[in-house]
């Protein structure tokens, strides 16, 4: 959805940091906060259509789910809505990304946590303006699907910054993972759906992708819209042949993609891929939270 909201670009930002709203420029983080230092920090990226944040209860959901595998404390979600609106209003944003970031506050300088309280911090930009279609890339880093990290929206994305500039190098803009077994997995910031001798398939969470916001609402509305899907693992090598194919993510929403490692799909976009894509703006418009 195209942003009709000022530029950040010409105001003062503003956030919110521990319970405060002040401008960017002056909030206050220290050069040893564990989320800087060791990333030991969650995060949570949500889409606002008309001033208002989607999915908001599954994302909190799952930012509780998050920081207790990393023993962070979250505020209420009656805190966290509220200072989402705070944040919203304060840059006079209408369609815009927001993201709250935990971190587990001042620590040393190693792994060990600190005694002082987390930090949790809402910011907001811009909507970007993703492309129609994507172009993947597969990458030779594999995700470890029995590590610590597995389902964690982490604030660790050193892995993903790596593969994504793999991806640009080599001609795609987003890179797409397979996990240790060689199984399809997901991209650095999505999870993907394909389309194989006439099913539809996205890979299991056991194989180590991101329990994705995106993935389950369209799942959800596959069964509202009759289409049938299978969780199920593929070799990473099955994208070779598939007929469609096509990304979610808060910020791409359903997303076609059109060439996979340089070689166009045979379908883009494709019919599963438009109905869903429909469906799923259908709810945004109806500003409806899933």
Same mark, same amino acid.
């Given at each position: 959805?195209?942003?009709?909201?000022?530029?950040?670009?010409?105001?003062?930002?503003?956030?919110?940091?521990?319970?405060?709203?002040?401008?960017?420029?002056?909030?206050?983080?220290?050069?040893?906060?564990?989320?800087?230092?060791?990333?030991?920090?969650?995060?949570?990226?949500?889409?606002?259509?008309?001033?208002?944040?989607?999915?908001?209860?599954?994302?909190?959901?799952?930012?509780?789910?998050?920081?207790?595998?990393?023993?962070?404390?979250?505020?209420?979600?009656?805190?966290?809505?509220?200072?989402?609106?705070?944040?919203?209003?304060?840059?006079?944003?209408?369609?815009?990304?927001?993201?709250?970031?935990?971190?587990?506050?001042?620590?040393?300088?190693?792994?060990?946590?600190?005694?002082?309280?987390?930090?949790?911090?809402?910011?907001?930009?811009?909507?970007?303006?993703?492309?129609? &279609?994507? #172009?993947?890339?597969? +990458?030779?880093?594999?995700?470890?699907?029995? $590590?610590?990290? @597995?389902? %964690?929206?982490?604030?660790?994305?050193?892995?993903?910054?790596?593969?994504?500039?793999?991806?640009?190098?080599?001609?795609?803009?987003?890179?797409?993972?397979?996990?240790?077994?060689?199984?399809?997995?997901?991209?650095?910031?999505?999870?993907?759906?394909?389309?194989?001798?006439?099913?539809?398939?996205?890979?299991?969470?056991?194989?180590?992708?991101?329990?994705?916001?995106?993935?389950?609402?369209?799942?959800?509305?596959?069964?509202?819209?009759?289409?049938?899907?299978?969780?199920?693992?593929?070799?990473?090598?099955?994208?070779?042949?598939?007929?469609?194919?096509?990304? &979610?993510? #808060?910020?791409?929403? +359903?997303?076609?993609?059109?060439?996979?490692? $340089?070689?166009? @799909?045979? %379908?883009?976009?494709?019919?599963?891929?438009?109905?869903?894509?429909?469906?799923?703006?259908?709810?945004?418009?109806?500003?409806?939270?899933?």
């Amino acid at each position: 959805m195209a942003d009709t909201s000022p530029n950040p670009e010409t105001t003062e930002p503003v956030v919110w940091l521990n319970g405060q709203l002040s401008a960017a420029r002056t909030a206050y983080i220290s050069p040893f906060d564990h989320g800087l230092l060791t990333g030991d920090g969650v995060f949570e990226t949500l889409c606002v259509y008309n001033g208002k944040p989607f999915a908001e209860s599954r994302h909190y959901q799952r930012l509780l789910n998050s920081a207790a595998a990393l023993s962070l404390t979250v505020p209420s979600q009656e805190t966290l809505s509220s200072a989402m609106t705070a944040v919203i209003e304060a840059n006079k944003l209408s369609n815009a990304r927001i993201r709250i970031t935990l971190t587990g506050g001042v620590g040393p300088l190693g792994s060990d946590k600190g005694a002082s309280p987390d930090l949790a911090l809402v910011a907001a930009s811009a909507l970007p303006n993703h492309a129609a &279609t994507a #172009s993947i890339v597969t +990458v030779p880093y594999r995700r470890n699907e029995h $590590g610590a990290l @597995v389902g %964690i929206k982490s604030t660790s994305y050193g892995e993903n910054v790596a593969a994504l500039a793999y991806a640009r190098k080599h001609g795609g803009n987003e890179a797409i993972f397979a996990n240790i077994a060689g199984n399809l997995c997901e991209g650095t910031g999505s999870n993907i759906f394909i389309v194989l001798d006439g099913k539809l398939i996205t890979p299991t969470l056991p194989s180590g992708c991101l329990a994705g916001i995106t993935r389950a609402i369209v799942l959800d509305l596959c069964e509202m819209e009759g289409i049938a899907v299978d969780e199920i693992d593929v070799p990473i090598a099955e994208l070779d042949r598939v007929d469609e194919a096509f990304l &979610t993510s #808060s910020l791409r929403e +359903v997303q076609p993609v059109e060439r996979i490692n $340089g070689s166009p @799909v045979r %379908i883009c976009p494709g019919p599963v891929s438009s109905k869903l894509s429909t469906a799923f703006s259908r709810l945004v418009a109806e500003q409806i939270d899933p």
